[in-house]
């Protein structure tokens, strides 16, 4: 009977991807927008490593971020800045290097450029003049909160994206009561300084029994995903000061179906006429509260109708 090796296997399968992905296309005077590791350095795809290994240069966020990443993947590739306050400038070095025929990688810090990230106006830009754009997909923090949460299903994919939260309190609550009347999960990111006011915002805005993923460090040495009701937020927090630290995704669950056309965006005229007579003397709550009581609609359609009348 013949012994395996699974080390030497192991190297002679890695050799033979590394052979077949070296031998695949690599189009000169071409964009690769790669995706890179959220957290987790081994994440990086054996396409992405040949693509920036085999690139004449690669556009990062921020070369000091990169620049491990690379280290770590024995990477030698130069580097240039392609951040918000250069993008202009940065999409026209790079046109101006595609038109001499290089390859040039585009980054960002972690996961998928020129989504939440740089790097947009630079593939506008690089397609406008005519260049071929690659992208080559990867590590993802929306994709990755959503397989842990459960919250999309293969009937019912649909989600929305809605990036990071606004810093002010009165412009996130109006904000938040337009993504809070979604039918679909929609993905928010969060600073760790700003969590828990903006967790206190939407424990006010939506009902109680509301589902919200929270993920925090994902891909890393302590990553947690708890899925719990919006009424336990705080106590969740209040369990472990851990918990507020770290990156945070947070995947708002869809609502329950509501029951008639007067609880989506609008409300009946005699609804409204009540709701105008009540903030014309209270706050928002006790408008809302007392609308509930008096109309039967539950409070989510109630709380983003009168926060889109204030100014």
Known sequence: MTETNPVGDAEVTWKRHIQQVAEQQWPAACLYVVATPIGNLADLSLRAWEALRRCDAIAAEDTRTSRTLLDAWGIATPLLAAHRHNEQQAAETIVARLAQGERIALVSDAGAPA?????????????????????LPGPSAVI????????????????AF?????????????WLARWLNWP??????????????????????????????????????????????????ADWLAQDAHRSQGEFVLVLHADAPRASDDEGE??????????????????????????MAATGLPRDPLYAWALRQKP
């Open 115 to 135: 989504v939440s990230d740089p790097g947009a106006r630079i593939v506008r830009q690089v397609r406008a003049a005519g260049f071929r754009v690659v992208p």
């Open 144 to 159: 990755a909160a959503l397989m842990a949460s459960g919250a999309t299903s293969d009937e019912d994919p649909g989600f």
């Open 184 to 233: 679909v999960p929609v993905v928010l990111f969060e600073t760790p300084h700003r969590l828990r006011a903006a967790l206190a915002d939407l424990a006010e805005l939506a009902s109680p029994d509301r589902q919200l993923t929270i993920a925090r460090e994902l891909s890393k040495r302590f990553e947690e995903v708890a899925t719990i009701r919006l009424a336990e937020v």
């Open 266 to 291: 609008g409300l009946a005229p005699e609804h409204e006429r009540l709701m105008r007579a009540l903030l014309a003397e209270l706050s928002v709550r006790d408008a809302v509260r007392i609308g």
């Open 162 to 174: 809605a990036g990071f939260l606004p810093s002010k309190t009165q412009a996130r609550r109006k």
